[in-house]
Every structure is written in C-alpha cells, then in structure tokens.
C-alpha cells in the first residue's frame, strides 16, 4: 500500500504542499508535469519552482506568478509583506474592476472577490483539467466556503473569497490536487498541525491565530499552538490537508522512498517547511505475503526498541465502583453510555460484596482530563454511592489500521508494533461481514483471506 506522510509541524500553506508534493516527483519527470501545470489554461498564471534553504534544509519554493509578478498566499508567515487575506463580504463582485494589493496593474480575476460560481466557472471554463481533479479543486473550496458561512452568518451562495478566490490561490490548490492525482497514494497521513499563535490582520481586524475560518476547517483534527509567533496554517492549507487525509497521527510504519520539502518564503528559528514522505506500508513492501523477513522484522524491533524507550505513554485514570443491586441489563446500559462518552476501556469483574451478596466491580479507564465527565456518569447510570480513583500509568504499542483488497471484498488489518514485538490482525467486524456474505465459519473466512495474502 502506496502511503503519504505529511507533516505539519510548521503548518501548512497552498505553496508549500505544491513545492513538497513536487519534489516526490522524479527529478527527470519535474520539469515536463511544471510544463503541464503551466498549459492547464490558469488566467494569467506561471509557475516556476525554484531551489530553497531554510535552517541548512534545501528544498523548494513554488512561485505562482501572476501576470508576470508574484502573488501574495494570504499568511503572514511566509512573505514579509503585510496583506489583507479574509474574505470581504461587505460588497459586490464584478469582473472587470481593480482591486488594490500594492500594485499598479490590473491582474483581471487575480484580485477579485470571486464567488462560487466564479470559481466554479474558472475550473470549468478556463482550466484544462481532468474531471476527477476538478471535482477535487471545487470539493476544497467548498470546505471552505462553508467555513466562511458559518463564521460570517451568511449563506455559502453568498461569500465571496478575497484571496483565496485569487489566481494564485487558485492555481496552488489546482496543482495540489494535480499532484495527489499523479502520485495516487493509497493512504494519506497527517501529523498534529501546528497553527501557530497571536493575532493575524485581516479584512475585518485583528483576529486570533488560527483564524476563524481556519479554525472551523480545522474542527475534528489534531491540532496545536507552540513557539511560533504568526499564522502558520492558511485557510487553503486546512481544506487541502483535511480533503485529502485519510488519518491524522504520528508517521505510521512504512518504508519511505522519497522525501520532499516545500518552504515558505519568511525565516524562523527552525525551517519553515512543509515535509512530505512517500512510501510503502511494511506489509505490502515486503512482498504479497504481508509478513516482515527476519531481517525486516528485526529491524523493525529494533526501530520499536527505541522509539518505545520503555517509557510511559502517560498517565490515565481508572474510575471504579461496586454494584450488588443492579440487573444485567442495566449494567450493560451504563457500560454502553460510558463507552458512548468516549472511554478508554469499561469491564466488570464478578466479586463478593457484604452480606455475601454477588456483585459486579465496574470499571471505566478514561483521560484524566475526563474524570468529571465519567464520575457524573457513574451516578447518573449506576447505584453506586462511592466511587475510586486510581491513577496509572500505561504503556502502549504504535497502531494503525490499513485495508486490503480481497475476492470476498475489502478487510482492515490492524498493525501493532513497538518494544521489539509487530502484530497483526484482521477486524472481527470485517471478517463478521464476510462470513455472513458467503454464508461460511469465521474461520473458513480467515483462512480464504490469509491464501490470498500469500
């Protein structure tokens, strides 16, 4: 299985996903896909990539001219200069006025405040691209046309994009889709995303960073705020990494095969870049079998070795209680709201209680930070009177879950490894559902499956 690594830890932009994802290509095939990336009928657009050093780190810097000048991206922390990049709603749109960015000249629709349907008829009319990439180019703006119109109150027929409407946000998103196309990963990962911290000048004042819009965008996903002062995440680089992820995490195991680094244009302590890695899954690295060599797997031990350090992954808590006048099915109704809630783990231990009554020990492991969420529950859906705390310290091993194409249909595999050990297993689920398609024994299902991975 094809994987893509993307990490975030500078955050992301438009350009830098372009420039990464443009040095996973081939050096012999970059310079014919910058010849089909200028052809694909951008009004007014040329890209041109250029050698890049941030911190000793060389990379690339993907300029986006725009009637012959480079346009800003929208985030301050890659150009120096200061722009406005939010979204203007206060007024109309027509196609053939200025708009003022610090230049003299007209650029036509680069600096306009481009609405849907202009987008929509800039892919359609204009742009010369595959059907299943323009799906992809609209599907990102609408992400974050919605952002818009839940951060503004106005319905998404009526935002009308400031810079990402531009030509040069247009064209960064279009080439991005362009690129995930051509290297067609099976599996795209995300790290953390680092968003930055302090305030951005926008249209409409000074905002927090991340941005308003950026931040609705970012609404599910594993994010954060460190060291960096500025915005590190623009809105485009949101919607382009939350389309494309089909995970967000740590870089799961796989056997990389090319690395590429897209940087921004402004200088940090550490490099500003954006770092992709393009790969194979161990499993489908190592042959059709789907098992490590023991050479791999020793490796790989090794590696786990020293990642897990023998180290706690960190703290959790166990909250438990004794129940003695409880029916079974209440039990499992409690059990199944604390699951709801988000519990690690909920069990019941048969004990002997006072009065020689049978009872049941129930307990519920869940995030510190979580504990008055779960104690509340506890009453709510239990008898107890009294409830334990203890807490502890786990240690866990990496996982992550990939899926493989079979004649009965397509199974997940989870694959766990660290401390020297590599496991894997195929979702009960998965096999459930097989095993009841084609009308056989879970373990006829297992076996068909196991075959065909040899």
């Known amino acids: 299985m094809k994987v893509l690594y993307i990490d975030c830890s500078m955050g992301a932009a438009g350009d830098m996903l372009t420039a990464a994802l443009f040095e996973l290509l ?78 003299d000249h007209e650029h ?54 400031h810079e990402v409407g531009s030509m040069d946000a247009i064209a960064d998103i279009s080439a991005v889709c362009l690129l995930m196309k051509k290297l067609a990963p099976d599996e795209v990962i995300v790290s953390p995303i680092h968003v930055g911290s302090g305030t951005v000048k926008c249209a409409h004042g000074i905002l927090p960073v991340p941005a308003p819009a950026t931040a609705q965008i970012l609404k599910g996903i594993p994010t954060y705020s460190a060291d960096i002062d500025g915005e590190l995440c623009t809105p485009t680089g949101a919607a382009l990494l939350k389309h494309f992820a089909t995970g967000f995490g740590k870089q799961p195991l796989m056997k990389t095969s090319a690395i590429g680094y897209g940087m921004g244009k402004k200088d940090f ?38 990642t897990g350090s023998f180290s706690p992954d960190g703290d959790i808590l166990e909250l438990s209680c004794n129940v003695d006048d409880m029916t079974g099915e209440a039990i499992g109704f409690a059990m199944e709201r604390l699951f709801e809630a988000g519990a690690n783990e909920v069990f019941t231990v048969p004990c002997g209680m006072k009065k020689s009554r049978p009872g049941i020990l129930l307990r519920v492991l ?47 595999v989870k694959l ?25 024994s879970l373990s006829e299902a297992m076996l068909r499956i196991h075959k065909e991975e040899k």
């Open 26 to 103: 081939p050096k012999e095939e970059r310079e014919a896909f910058l010849e089909k990336l200028n052809s694909r009928g951008i009004p007014g657009v040329k890209y041109e990539a250029e050698p890049s050093v941030k911190c000793g780190i060389t990379g690339t810097h993907m300029s986006v001219l725009v009637n012959g000048e480079e346009e800003g991206c929208g985030c301050e922390h890659h150009h120096e200069h200061e722009h406005e990049h939010e979204h203007d709603h206060e007024h109309g749109h027509e196609h053939g006025h200025d708009h003022d960015h610090g230049h």
């Open 108 to 161: 036509g629709h680069a600096h306009h405040h481009s609405s849907m349907h202009d987008i929509e008829h800039i892919v359609g009319g204009h742009m010369k691209l595959p059907t299943s990439v323009a799906l992809d180019v609209l599907a990102v703006y609408q992400e974050i046309a919605e952002a818009e119109s839940l951060v503004h109150g106005v319905p998404v027929d009526q935002i009308h994009f």
């Open 269 to 306: 302590p550490r490099a500003n870049c954006v770092r992709v890695m393009l790969g194979e899954s161990f499993e489908e690295g190592v042959g059709n079998s789907g098992s490590f060599t023991s050479a791999e797997n020793s490796a790989a031990s090794a590696s786990s070795e020293d």
């Open 366 to 412: 869940c995030k510190p930070e979580d504990k008055e969420k779960f104690v509340t529950l506890l009453f709510e859906h239990t008898t107890t009177i009294g409830i334990r705390e203890t807490t502890m310290q786990r240690y866990t091993l990496d996982r992550q879950i990939y899926k493989i194409d079979t004649s009965l249909g397509p199974v997940r």
């Open 416 to 440: 766990s490894s660290g401390y020297g050990v590599t496991r894997k297993k195929i979702e009960h689920d998965d096999l459930s559902r097989i095993a009841k398609e084609n009308n056989i």
